[in-house]
T-cell receptor
Framework: NAGVTQTPKFRVLKTGQSMTLLCAQD?????MYWYRQDPGMGLRLIHY???????AKGEVPDGYNVSRLKKQNFLLGLESAAPSQTSVYFC????????????FGDGTRLSIL | GESVGLHLPTLSVQEGDNSIINCAYS??????FIWYKQESGKGPQFIID?????DKRQGQRVTVLLNKTVKHLSLQIAATQPGDSAVYFC??????????FGKGTTLSVSS
């Protein structure tokens, strides 16, 4: 049972570089989410998607873009990485947005120098 | 603003004891609550959830209690084991919107 798979697991970038984080789920979930987790803080929602071809902003969307071209995949992009984006990024998916548990991947640890 | 908080950032217990992790929420409109467990280097793992029309829900060795009067949520773990050591997060959903997470409580179990 793969569940939610995130790639890569670790990455180091230089300021100004770009990269894309990939999330894949095999549970046929409609909703997918990207969070960031910083030390001493809970998870904060960056962007989410309610279905293929749709995306929406969360609590902390600035500096990130997302795409949901296929139902099972949700991509998070950093166009010009900044040190403030050093964090652990988690992807999650669920059948519905509210009143349903979200299932998480094991995260991507991103460091920006 | 809307927030979900936990009363204690850390909790230390002995193996075999019962653990109680508390969470206070601020949004009266929240109608769904979840507890997650996060082990080092892993993503949050769903433990148990409860809807606002319930006061108590039990799982395997875990019980969640919801007190809507004082906006308080707790997770009880029976016969705590070393494998229960992790960070525990509560999260709320204000009326069908996205989950809002608290900052977490680190549970340490010593044998």
């Amino acid at each position: 049972n793969a569940g939610v798979t995130q790639t890569p697991k670790f990455r180091v970038l230089k300021t100004g570089q770009s990269m894309t984080l990939l999330c894949a789920q095999d549970m046929n979930h409609e909703y997918m989410y990207w969070y960031r987790q910083d030390p001493g803080m809970g998870l904060r929602l960056i962007h989410y998607s309610v279905g293929e071809g749709t995306t929406a902003k969360g609590e902390v969307p600035d500096g990130y873009n997302v795409s949901r071209l296929k139902k099972q995949n949700f991509l998070l992009g950093l166009e010009s990485a900044a040190p403030s984006q050093t964090s652990v990024y988690f992807c999650a998916s669920s059948y519905h947005r509210g009143n349903q548990p979200q299932h998480f991947g094991d995260g991507t640890r991103l460091s920006i120098l | 603003g809307e927030s979900v908080g936990l009363h204690l950032p850390t909790l230390s217990v002995q193996e075999g004891d019962n653990s109680i992790i508390n969470c206070a929420y601020s949004n009266s409109a929240s109608d769904y609550f979840i507890w997650y467990k996060q082990e080092s280097g892993k993503g949050p793992q769903f433990i148990i959830d409860i809807r606002s029309n319930m006061d108590k829900r039990q799982g395997q060795r875990v019980t969640v209690l919801l007190n809507k009067t004082v906006k308080h949520l707790s997770l009880q773990i029976a016969a705590t084991q070393p494998g229960d050591s992790a960070v525990y997060f509560c999260a709320e959903t204000p009326a069908g919107t996205a989950l809002i997470f608290g900052k977490g409580t680190t549970l340490s179990v010593s044998s």
